[in-house]
């Protein structure tokens, strides 16, 4: 039982780690950054239920506007926009 919960616990401290790292760096957005600073501080039950809520609909929002993006034509500025990085 010991080894499981030191086990447990070592888990945690590399979890919190990761955070702590993606936290730290700014090629991060912040979005994400608010994202994991605000689940760090909440039941870890609630975030997981949460995160597969989060996942389910995210996932198929951004595959929905990325393939709609694809098939909608677009214009020479537009496409500029893009290709150079500029254009979200």
Known sequence: MKTELATC??????????IAWILD???FSGW????????????????????????HVLRGWTTARIDRDLLQP???NERACANSGSGG
Do not use: S
């Open 74 to 76: 677009r214009d020479a």
């Open 25 to 27: 760096r700014p090629a």
């Open 32 to 55: 994400l950054k608010d994202a994991l600073g605000g689940a760090i501080v909440r039941d870890p039950e609630r975030v997981a239920n949460d995160l597969e809520i989060l996942a």
């Open 9 to 18: 616990e070592a888990r945690v401290r590399l979890a919190e780690e990761n």
